[in-house]
């Protein structure tokens, strides 16, 4: 019993699982900002030039697809609204400097520090 609490408790403390609980409760939070955007200002917008759609009334051979196509278009609107958010969010952020290769030895190919004289895997001279 206690090495499963052990593994149980490496598993919850490890990074990944963190980040993602901290991931789930802020995209929560993030989600009641978009519906928020969405509701009360993209959607009176949209009304107000095409009017207010609304497909619930479709129902071939009494099967409610209206009610689908409006959580489609609903979804649509919503992910269009988070795409252009991101994608402002992402043009803030700096690019990462690309990761410098690391150099290796002309002779076993394994990597050594860039100020070394001599390969620490084969010994080799280097220039």
Not at 14 to 21: M, P, R, Y
Not at 30 to 53: E, K, N, R, Y
Not at 65 to 77: K, M, S
Not at 98 to 108: N, V
Request: glycine fraction near 10%; include cysteine; charged fraction near 20%.
């Amino acid at each position: 019993m206690g090495k499963l609490i052990k593994e149980f408790k490496e598993f919850a403390l490890k990074g990944n699982v963190i980040d993602l609980a901290v991931g789930v409760v802020i995209g929560g939070a993030f989600s009641a900002i978009v519906t928020s955007l969405v509701g009360d200002l993209i959607m009176p917008i949209i009304g107000a030039i095409f009017g207010q759609p609304d497909f619930s009334k479709i129902a071939p051979g009494g099967i409610p697809v209206g009610n689908f196509i409006n959580a489609v278009v609903n979804f649509l609107i919503v992910a269009l609204c988070l795409f252009a958010v991101v994608k402002a969010i992402n043009k803030t952020k700096k690019p990462e400097a690309p990761a410098k290769e690391a150099r290796k030895c002309p002779f076993c190919k394994g990597e050594i520090a860039d100020d070394a004289t001599r390969c620490p895997h084969c010994t080799s001279e280097l220039r």
